[in-house]
Each structure stands twice: as C-alpha cells, then as structure tokens.
C-alpha cells in the first residue's frame, strides 16, 4: 500500500481593504468559549479548561497553562477533576463557575 502525498492547505487568511486603502491580512476569526454556553451539571475537557499555545484561537476561561492547572489541582487550590473513563478525565462546570467567582470576590 502506498501512500500519496497530502496537498498544502490553503491559507484561510483573507485580504481586507481598511478605510485608508491600505490592504492587510484579515484576524483569524476566535472561536468563542464552549465553557459560557453549557450548564453547571455539565463537564469541560482540560483543553477547553486552559490556554494553550497549540490552539491561540480557542477562547479559555482560565488564564494559566494546563501544568498549572494540575499543579494547583495537587496544591488543593483548584476543583479535581472526575474521571469519566479510563482515558478521560474533565471538570465539572459548576465548580469551576464556583471557584471563579470566589476569586474574583472582594477584588472590585
């Protein structure tokens, strides 16, 4: 069996013309944050969780990388995870609402 080459992707970046004539590359569009829409009872993914730089359009509610994350889920300043299958493990979304919230309270 052989393989064939893959083709380049094209660039998904876009040419806009702004008010001054000048063109420039269009922002590659942000993906909004899955955490904002789904219920309390529900449960988000580390990669969905925390920034990473793999993924600089994918909006995160928290601003600290994934070793953080496990280092203040072992320090017992962040919500542990649940595992859901062997291979799976993620946060439920109401803890985290809740630990978000006792964060920023007072600091107004």
Same mark, same amino acid.
């Given at each position: 069996? @052989?393989?064939?080459?893959?083709?380049?992707?094209?660039?998904? *970046?876009?040419? #806009? #013309?702004?008010?001054?004539?000048?063109?420039?590359?269009?922002?590659?569009? #942000?993906?909004?944050?899955?955490?904002?829409?789904?219920?309390?009872?529900?449960?988000?993914?580390?990669?969905?969780? #925390?920034? @990473?730089?793999?993924?600089?359009?994918?909006?995160?509610?928290?601003?600290?990388?994934?070793?953080?994350?496990?280092?203040?889920v072992k320090a017992g300043t962040f919500p542990k995870p649940v595992k859901l299958?062997?291979?799976?493990?993620?946060?439920?979304?109401? *803890?985290?609402?809740?630990?978000?919230? *006792?964060?920023?309270?007072?600091?107004?």
């Open positions: 069996m @052989s393989l064939s080459p893959t083709k380049p992707h094209a660039s998904i *970046a876009k040419t #806009v #013309v702004n008010a001054n004539g000048a063109a420039s590359a269009a922002p590659r569009h #942000v993906n909004p944050s899955v955490f904002d829409h789904l219920p309390d009872s529900a449960f988000i993914r580390e990669s969905q969780l #925390v920034q @990473s730089p793999k993924r600089p359009g994918l909006l995160a509610p928290l601003p600290f990388s994934a070793p953080t994350l496990w280092r203040m299958s062997q291979r799976v493990t993620a946060w439920n979304i109401g *803890a985290v609402r809740a630990w978000i919230a *006792a964060q920023t309270d007072g600091k107004d």
